[in-house]
């Protein structure tokens, strides 16, 4: 089954990750998604069913890795003045931004 | 001194580590002066191979100036005494700038060190600068970085690989001794291959990732690129272990893998993959890397075939897991914080969208829309998911492979390297530049690139020994048979 990003589906997922694009950029990234997703399709050929998701590969048996934990006590960390000299946009205090309501 | 046409190849073997250091030690040698003239290299060769983004000149010469110190005092030196070390722009260094060959970070400059970097200023060496790269380690060929494509010291029409572009491309060109990557689905091996120079991708979990920008957080790993498998192995020695700062660094020991690296190979079981013989293999490097295994043969190693039949399904699965949390770490450039933000923007919503728009190149966009898209509701199960439990066929099939075997060798790329421009049109095309690469990255294990032979235009080629999980030294060891008969002859 071939895969079928629309234009809409484009948009709509550029609006979820805060990306703005243009008609060109749109255009260009349907025909990608859809030729990358055909290829990715060959993975259903593979059944899966009973085989369990692998996040991340400490859970692998026998890998030697393993769940690092720590106390949880408070540490020093960068200080106010380091963290705000590089932002953007600072009253020193706070990071300023442009109006968060719109209307 | 530079001459000679714009194409001709700038190719120069660094020293290795154990001769400057004994250099140094004895006092023939300056650890500022040596600093001084690999930055005189630098500003003669950078316009050529923008290899280099930044240079962080004053520290290295403040580095060098106490090394210098211990050597006179007669002092016993540290392992990487004076020894100039490129550092990838995708680890921060305080106070200079970190790109990550991304418009979106202009400006920043961030307030500490990653790990890596503070344990290798600890072990004496000197730090030049930041590398070029593809944008945020996305990327086969150095293409894709904001700042122009690095070009390859064997051939100036050709891409050095990617993303780690510019560590590999300085340890060829002799820009640094020795430089540090990442690798996420073979940003190391790769243009350790395409450059002729030793890549080193360490287990995940074995170097710490603090102070690495993340691009995917359960596949990124940082190791180091050098000219011989000795320095590469000294390297790794100094830049692993645990790290409080990253959760996800183990507590093994690390076993001084220069050591490691000289002992001898006989009787070790070698496993030849047929599934990365097959089709899309070019001859040059196919005939390279089975002179590679004929070597290995005569070192007394036992060679057997091994069965990895998921490998196809690799390169699906890895852009899958990759871009889904690529577009999970993307999140936090925004504008607000740190970085770019787009002027004159009435919203907050749309200063965002304007930032991310104005400051992320195409390939960077593309990886988010097809993360964002594979975690979308509606397709999560069927491909974030799927990906997920590809994922652990291929991972349980390496272990069942090295049930029966020491170290598995392979190509570690297809090809040599490519023309500047050859794959820019096709992404597809690209991303099957990491054929070979993408398994080791989602099994979590080990492995080396190590240089094995040429193609008779000159083009380096690498060998891929891959390793378990934490066998490092057996790569080492491995890799340094194939060296050391490439030496003989």
Redesign the interface.
């Known amino acids: 089954m071939p895969a079928n ?1 629309t234009l809409q ?2 948009d709509r ?2 609006e ?6 243009t008609q060109d ?1 749109s255009g ?2 349907l025909h ?2 859809n ?3 055909d ?8 059944d ?1 069913a009973h ?8 859970e ?7 769940n ?1 934990l ?1 106390d949880d006590v408070s540490q020093p960390c ?1 200080d106010r003045f ?2 705000m ?5 600072t009253d020193g205090v706070f ?1 300023k ?4 309501i ?1 209307r | 001194m530079v001459t000679g046409s714009i194409a001709e190849p700038i190719v120069q073997k660094p020293r290795t580590v154990a001769a400057l250091k004994c250099d140094i030690a004895a006092g023939r040698t300056k650890a500022a002066g040596l600093a001084a003239s690999y930055f005189e290299r630098i500003d003669a060769l950078n316009p050529r191979l923008n290899v280099y983004l930044s240079l962080t000149r004053d520290r290295a010469l403040e580095q060098a100036a106490r090394i210098d110190e211990i050597a006179a005092r007669g002092d016993p030196l540290p392992p990487l005494a004076g020894i100039p070390v490129g550092i990838k722009d995708v680890l921060v260094m305080r106070g200079a700038p970190a790109t990550a060959g991304s418009k979106i970070l202009e ?6 060190d990653a790990t890596v970097v503070a344990r290798l200023e600890a072990a004496g060496a000197v730090l030049l600068g930041k590398l070029n790269c593809d944008e945020f380690a996305m990327g086969s060929s150095n293409e894709n970085s904001a700042f122009g494509p690095v070009r390859n010291p064997h051939d100036l029409e050709r891409v050095p690989g990617g993303s780690s572009g510019g560590s590999a491309a300085a340890v060829a060109a002799n820009l640094a001794v020795a430089t540090l990557g990442s690798d996420t689905g073979g940003s190391i091996r790769q243009p350790a291959s395409f450059c002729g120079v030793v890549g080193v991708l360490p287990t ?2 074995r170097v710490s990732r603090y102070g690495l920008i993340a691009f995917a957080s ?1 596949l990124d790993r940082v190791g180091p690129f050098a000219a011989n498998v000795r320095d590469a192995a000294t390297l790794l020695g100094v830049i692993a272990g ?1 790290d ?1 700062n990253d ?6 020991p690390v076993p001084d893998y220069a050591a490691e690296s000289d002992k001898p190979v006989d009787g070790l079981r070698i496993g030849i993959p047929a599934e990365y013989f097959g089709e899309g293999l070019d001859p040059e490097v196919r005939a390279a890397i089975g002179q590679g295994i004929a070597a290995l043969e005569a070192a007394g190693c036992k060679t057997m075939p091994v069965s990895l039949p ?1 490998t ?2 690799a ?3 890895y ?2 897991v990759a871009t889904a949390e690529a ?1 999970a770490n993307l ?1 936090r450039f ?8 787009s002027p004159a ?10 930032s ?2 104005e400051g ?1 190149g ?1 390939e960077v ?2 990886r ?3 993360g ?2 594979a975690l ?1 509701a509606g397709y999560y199960d069927a ?1 974030y ?9 291929l ?2 099939e390496f ?1 069942r492979a090295f049930a029966d075997v020491d170290a598995i060798v392979t190509p570690t790329a297809p090809t040599p390297a490519f023309k500047l421009g050859e794959k820019t049109g096709d ?2 095309a690209m ?1 099957l530049a990491d054929i070979y690469t993408v398994t080791a990255s989602l ?2 294990i080990c492995g080396v690139t190590v240089p094995c032979g040429k193609t008779p235009a000159g083009l380096p080629i690498g060998m891929q020994v891959l390793a ?3 066998n490092e030294s057996t790569a080492f060891r491995v890799a340094r048979a194939v060296e050391a008969v490439r030496e003989a002859s």
């Open positions: 990003v589906d484009v997922v550029a979820l990750a805060h990306l703005e694009l950029e260009r990234m990608d998604l030729a990358i997703l290829y990715i399709a060959q993975l259903n050929e593979l899966t085989i369990a998701p692998l996040a991340q590969v400490s692998l048996e026998g890998t030697a890795g393993s690092v720590r960068l380091t963290v000299k590089e932002a953007p946009e990071f931004v442009p109006k968060v719109e | 400006g920043y400059h961030p307030p500490y995940y979990g359960s645990h409080p959760a996800t660094s183990s507590p093994a998921h196809r399904y390169i699906p699965a852009y899958l577009s999140a925004d504008g607000v914080r740190y970085g770019y933000r923007s009435e919203t907050l919503s749309a200063m965002y969208r304007h991310r728009d992320f195409a966009k593309r988010i829309l097809l964002t898209y979308s491909y998911l799927k990906a997920q439990k590809v994922r652990r066929l991972a349980e272990l992404p597809l991303y099994a979590g378990r999980h934490f």
